[in-house]
């Protein structure tokens, strides 16, 4: 599934430290010459594609970045300190885009590679530099190059590693809310959730992206509801996490709805590796746990786990084993010889 973030951004890159005017003054030497310094370059910003980022979520954060002018020459033929680089650590995958947001300026595909956004200006020269056989005492320096300011957006086309799965109200986006970084709207009326929601999941310091997508009702394959236009986002997911509610009457039915569904759509989505979850079991009692388990169990034909997205009940055991099917399915690409990155630029 491929989402798109974008965040813009304001650089600046240092100006160049001023040339010095000075002349060496020392005891017993009468007329001493020049010895103005130059002044130091300004800093450049950079960007770079670095491992283990998914989201340009910290730029949303912080926006501007300066980097530091260079300092001023000084007498004794002192050069002045260069300003500080500054580097804006993005995800693989990143474009950089104009601030028409269409000119692709840079695509950074592998990690580390770097791309220069704003030289910094260069540092004047200082009236040491101005010597000649005609003038033996310059009264003057370069003042340094200003910096250079840009507005620019950085744009990330991500890939999910989860799809979320269920009914209308299963409590798809409560999951999400609580377990990334995202802010769904959540409410207790079906078809809530209009479009996909993208959230960063962190558990055993790993990160995966998870998608929350429209709840799919019978017959969504054929247009009903809305939850269909969107299966076609979860192909590329590794895995697949079916939330059923189990405050429902039947679950059983609500199980093979979503299934059926899955089926009829095609595109070997019934196939991909897939978690079941009984959900909302802070509202059961260990009776009726077990009971919708056990119905639950029956109709998927494997084991289920049981959470809740509202109080956090179960969602550490739900999130490590995403997260190995997840390994598995990156370990399988890459047996497979294919591009382990799920970067598509
Ligand atoms: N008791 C309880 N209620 C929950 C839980 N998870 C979600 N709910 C409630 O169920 C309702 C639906 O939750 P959502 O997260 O919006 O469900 P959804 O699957 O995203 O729904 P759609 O976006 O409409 O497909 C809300 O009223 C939630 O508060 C849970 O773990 N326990
Ligand atoms: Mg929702």
């Known amino acids: 599934m491929k989402f798109l973030d974008l965040a813009k951004v304001h650089i600046r890159s240092g100006a160049g430290g001023n040339g010095c005017i000075s002349f060496r003054r020392e005891k017993y030497i009468e007329y001493g010459g020049p010895d103005g310094g130059d002044g130091g370059r300004g800093g450049d910003v950079w960007a770079e594609a670095v491992d283990g980022l998914n989201t340009l979520i910290d730029f949303r954060y ?10 001023g020459g000084m007498g004794q033929q002192r050069t002045g300190r260069d300003g500080d680089d500054i580097v804006l650590r993005v995800p693989v995958g990143t474009e950089i885009l104009d601030e028409d947001e269409e000119t692709v300026l840079a695509d950074l595909t592998e ?5 220069l956004l704003a030289k910094g200006g260069n540092g004047g020269f200082g009236n040491l530099h101005f010597k000649t056989s005609t003038n033996q005492a310059p009264r003057h320096a370069n003042p340094g190059q200003p ?14 590693d989860v799809g979320l799965l269920g009914l209308p109200n299963a409590g798809k986006s409560t999951f999400l809310a609580a377990t990334s970084n995202a802010r769904p709207k959540i409410a207790d009326y079906p078809f809530t959730t209009l479009h ?8 055993d310091n790993a990160e995966f992206v998870v998608a929350d997508i429209p709840g799919l009702i019978e017959g969504a394959h054929e247009g009903r509801g809305i939850g269909d236009l969107f299966l076609g986002h979860v192909e590329r997911c590794a895995v697949l996490l079916h939330l059923v509610d189990g405050t429902a009457n039947d679950v059983a039915e609500d199980y093979r709805t979503i299934i059926q569904e899955l089926d009829a759509y095609g595109e070997g989505l019934a196939e991909k590796p897939r978690i079941t979850a009984l ?56 047996a497979a010889g294919q591009e382990d990155a799920p970067w598509s630029p």
């Open 196 to 203: 996909p929601n993208l959230g960063v999941v962190g558990v």
């Open 279 to 334: 959900n909302k079991i802070d509202a059961l009692d260990d009776e009726l746990r077990e009971m919708q388990r056990a119905e639950l169990e029956a109709a998927c034909g494997g084991p289920v786990f049981l959470m809740s997205g509202v109080s956090g009940e179960g969602l550490t055991e739900v999130l490590r084993a995403l997260k190995a099917q997840i390994d598995a399915d990156r370990l399988r690409m890459r």
């Open 147 to 160: 910096g250079v300011e840009r507005t620019l957006w950085l744009r990330l086309k991500l890939i999910a």
């Open 62 to 71: 912080q926006q501007h970045f300066f980097a530091k002018n260079g300092q």
């Open 111 to 115: 990690v580390g590679q770097r791309v």
